[in-house]
């Protein structure tokens, strides 16, 4: 009799390399992602009395939505403040009750939806923060829109204002949920006045979403004109990867692929943590509304989007120029539409050591005689100055104008940043100078040199400007803007 003689089944080429592949890419994800701060409460607890798309049946109004979000503060409360030690040693952990960090003992506490009232409101704006953001990074704004004669709302989306926890599970269907109940709050305050829609960062995506939505009859009312600040149209190839990552956090031992990374939480209107998830809501709204932009404008030019004023830095490392011209404003119809661009300062560094210079695509952009939209760069009156100029051109022209700001950058300063162009210089948080109470953490500028690892905060953190030397030029041109959209 013949011994069967078993042989070793080998695994396909291709799906070893597949295998391999996947090895590699969970090692690159942890090398790249992976914090060194152990999980704390704020990561881990979940707060159930977060509102969720599948809420809008119960959850309809603005006055339901403020019910809900009074039971989870107290949740968050309970769970995570509760749950955190106090003293000295805790005094820069943002949910250590009474430390300097703790939101909660400032009034008004702007990680909650604010509504700023009008006793005869010319119109009404919202207001859309950004992914890890809270309502007080357009605080500034709306006060000043306020004092202008708008009603103004100061939305808290889902996720936010409460512990980084929030934003493992937030989707941005849950968030745009929120933007349909504040646009109905504000139509039902003016009336027939115009609404329009301020967005920062992933807010300026939702923003577009709503119109969109608005323009096929499926929301109201339609903005009257939208202003977007450092927009969410295209962000950095890497985001596609956060998918995967966070379907990957739930195998086990893989938890901390939920997170890109774990910090510190010293700040009380942001979280520093960055859970995955978060990265993966804002590269498929991105995805969804250049899409959804992209669809209507196969027929040519959108012609009943409302008016659109964008603010940008040249530089920033979490969303796209190019996206922002390519993706949304190239579809609008002409005339209508203006990007304003934040050059670098370019008599503060030289040439060689910069990594990626802005100039020839700005360069491009003022030179391009088809761009249908007015296009506005602030940058230096000439190498030799730090005096800063706005150079304006309208659409379908290369030709230039010029108008003096009587501004100039700040010495040290070498550029904006994504999340520094909503902030004024005396903001008591991230601005140039601390508060008169010393017992107020201040995030703003700190000049400090010394030895890595000394200090709790992370030296990029310490690098990157959090406020906007040119702040007045940007409320102004916003004023300027919706007034000139339906305003008074």
Partial sequence: MKRKIRTRRRIPRPVRWILSAFVLM???????????????????????EEFAEKMAGEVRTFDDYLKLEDRLFTQLEEKVYGSTPTGPQYNLVRYSSGSAADPQH???????????TSDAPVGGVLLLHGMSDSPYSLRALGQTLNKQGYWVVGLRLPGHGTAPSGLRKARWQDMAAVVRIGMERLSEKVGSRPVHILGYSTGAALGIE??????????????????????????????ALAGT?????????????AWLPVLPEFDPYKYNSFATNAGTQVHRITRYVSGKITDKAKAGPIQSFPPILVFKSTVDATVSTDAVVDRLLIHMAPDRNELVLFD???????????????????????????????????????????????????PFSAEETMEPLNAEWPIGVISLSHIALPFPLDDPLYGVHPPEDQETIFLGHI???????????????LLRIRHN???????SRTLGWVEDHGGS
């Fill in 210 to 239: 709503f119109t969109l939505k608005a323009m096929d009859g499926e929301a109201s009312p339609v903005p009257a004109s939208l202003v977007l600040i450092s927009p969410a149209i295209g962000v950095h190839p890497s985001a």
């Fill in 344 to 394: 670098i300062n370019r008599t503060a560094v030289a040439s060689p050591i910069i990594i990626s210079d802005p100039g020839p695509l700005t360069d491009r952009l003022m030179a391009d005689e088809k761009l249908p939209f007015t296009l506005t760069l602030i940058t230096n009156e000439s190498p030799q100055s730090r005096v800063v100029v706005a150079h304006r051109k309208t």
């Fill in 469 to 475: 030397p040119f702040y007045d030029y940007l409320e």
């Fill in 245 to 257: 990552r966070n379907r990957m956090s739930h195998i086990p031992g893989l938890g901390w692929l």
């Fill in 106 to 116: 400032l009034t008004p506490n702007w990680n909650r939806t604010f509504e700023l």
């Fill in 26 to 48: 969970v090692i690159a994800l942890g090398i790249m992602g992976r914090g060194s701060q152990a999980l704390m409460p704020w990561h881990t607890e979940r707060l159930t």
């Fill in 447 to 461: 000049p400090i040199q010394g030895e890595r690892g000394l200090i709790l905060f992370p030296a990029d953190w």
